[in-house]
């Protein structure tokens, strides 16, 4: 425990904080009025990511944030998803001091992972998804500031 240091306090291992939770929506716009009106939140940040084909609003909660995700092209792996499961949470953002160490690590005790390597995600961050069929279902993505 790092004396009075706040980004040390609470973490887990390797995880150091929630960095957010993915929620998959149909109406981006919709949905960032949705929480404006249930809970006066604000969006932090919105971003269209080309690498994912989603367009996402990012709403600040304590050091973490609400991630609202929409496919904008039919040829989205969330598109794909969304057919399948419709909206509602899609993933897990677990903030690590180093993707690429974390990655390699639970590769190397058998996790399958999306992304061999890791990429740039929003907000210019580092990041890489394990894949949900080794991790109890929950797709999981590793994200380093
Ligand atoms: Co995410």
Redesign the pocket.
Known sequence: MGAGHDHSHGSSGKLTDID?V?IAVRDLDATVAWYEQMFGATVAHRERIESDGVDEALIKVADSYI?L?TPYTDTSPLAKYMEKNGEGIH?V?YRVANCDEVLEHVKSEGARVVDEHPRT??RGTT?AFLHPKTAQGTLI?L?EE
């Open positions: 957010h993915g991630q995700l993933h953002g995600g929003s990041v993505e994200v």
